[in-house]
C-alpha cells in the first residue's frame, strides 16, 4: 500500500485557508518562514526589528487573504516576499540616520536564533560557518548583496529582478556573478570551512 | 560544434533558470570538460551554504502570527 501522502502546493493551501481552514495557514508559515525571515534579516541585521517585521508581514497577508483580495493569479512566495522586501526596505531608509545594529558578531542574540536545517553532531561548526557566511554577505558591495538576496533568499528570477531594479539580465548576472566570487574569495581569505561533502 | 559555457550559464543552470534545450547540452558539456565541472561543483556547493545559512524566526513570533490569524476570524479588523 502506498502511504505517501501528497504534499499541497501553495495555491492550493492558500485556497483552503481563505476557506477557513488555520491548519493550512500554518503549514504555509512552517514552509516559509525561514525564507521570508531571512530575507528580512538580511537587511535590517536585527533579530527584534526582523521578527517584529515578519509579524507585520504575515497581518498584511492574513488580511488580504481573508478579506478576498489576493489576486489568485500571482504566486503566494513571490507576492508575500515583495511585502517583506518592501517592509524591511521601508524600515533601513526610516532607521538609515541612527541605525540599531545587532552585529552577527557571536556574542550577541543570535546565540539563540534556531537554524533552518536540523541538528547534527556538528552544529556548533556549521552554526559557526554559516554565521560567517551572513557577515560576509553584509560586507558585499550593495548592488551585489542586492541582487544575492532577490536572486537566493527571495527566489526571484534574473528577468524579474532585472525589472525591479531597471538593469539588464546581463547585469543582473554579472552582479549575482561577482557577489558569488566575492563570497568565495572572502571565505578563503577567511579560512572558512569549505566542504563540499559536508552536507553529502 | 560544441558550445562553450561562461560561468553565467553556470549560474543560470544551478538556479534553475535554463531551459530544457541547455540543460542537455550544459550536462553533456560537464561530463567532459573538467574545468566546468569543477566551476558547477563550487557553485553547487556555495548555493547549499547559502540555503544552510538561512535563520528561522523564534516560536513564539511564529505562534503569534497564528494566533493572531484565529483571532482575525472572531474580530475582522477593517482596513
Known sequence: MNSQKTKLDDSQLVNQYINGNEVAFEQLVIRHKSRIFSTI???????????????????????????????????????????????????????????????????????????????????????????????????????????????????????????????????????????????????????????????? | MTKIFTHDDLIRYVYDETTIEENRLIEKALAFDNALLEQYQELQGLKEQLDGSMLAPSEKAVNAILEYSKDFNLHPVKD
Open chain 1, 41 to 200: 534579516y538580511m537587511i535590517v541585521k536585527d533579530q527584534y526589528v526582523a521578527e517584529d517585521l515578519m509579524q507585520e508581514v504575515f497581518i498584511k497577508a492574513i488580511r488580504t487573504l481573508k478579506s478576498g483580495r489576493y489576486n489568485e493569479e500571482g504566486k503566494f512566495l513571490p507576492w508575500i516576499l515583495r511585502i517583506a522586501h518592501n517592509l524591511a526596505i521601508d524600515n533601513f531608509r526610516k532607521n538609515k540616520r541612527y541605525p540599531t545594529i545587532v552585529m552577527d558578531d557571536g556574542n550577541s542574540v543570535f546565540e539563540t536564533l534556531e537554524f533552518a536545517e536540523g541538528s547534527f553532531e556538528d552544529a556548533q561548526m556549521k552554526k559557526d560557518m554559516h554565521k560567517s557566511l551572513r557577515k560576509l554577505i553584509q560586507e558585499l558591495p550593495d548592488a551585489q548583496k542586492e541582487v544575492l538576496i532577490m536572486r537566493h533568499f527571495m527566489d526571484m528570477s534574473f528577468k524579474e529582478i532585472s525589472d525591479q531594479t531597471g538593469v539588464s539580465i546581463n547585469t543582473a548576472l554579472g552582479r549575482m556573478r561577482y557577489a558569488l566570487i566575492n563570497l568565495r574569495k572572502k571565505m578563503q581569505q577567511y579560512n572558512i570551512a569549505y566542504d563540499q561533502n559536508f552536507y553529502s
